[in-house]
């Protein structure tokens, strides 16, 4: 496996529930985390804390550049019905990360720069990668 770049990096999403997933207009960044819980179970005599793992989770961030002319995410934050949503590390497609999210919208603007948007996600189905 050899190391990538992050500039051909792609996140696709359907804006419109039902609709075909798309590029995401003018994002920069992305980010997937995959957590579990763990259960303390440690127990008298144990040398050192012992856990068990409890279910998986997903979540993630995306962002980049406030657009006029689409929704980007806001209509999904909006409405609260999942989204399928494909994250890609190269515009090569031959490894990626898909799934039903549930994104929120944040826009942030200020004198001195381009306004800014911004998703933090939460699955809402199991997250796969993919190759």
Known sequence: ???VHGRSGRVYMNIASGGLAEPIAFLNAWSVSFETDKADVTSFGDSNK????????SSGEFSGFYDDTTAQTYTAA?????????LYPT???T?????????????????????????????????????
């Open 50 to 57: 012992v856990y068990v793992a409890g279910l998986p989770d």
């Open 91 to 93: 515009s090569a497609n």
């Open 95 to 131: 490894q990626y990360w898909y799934g039903y999210i549930l994104p929120d919208f944040s826009v942030n603007a200020g004198v001195g720069g381009a306004i800014e948007i911004s998703a933090s996600w939460n699955a809402s189905s199991a997250i796969t990668k993919q190759g």
């Open 78 to 86: 909006v409405d609260g019905i999942a989204r399928k949503f494909y």
């Open 1 to 3: 496996m050899a190391r």
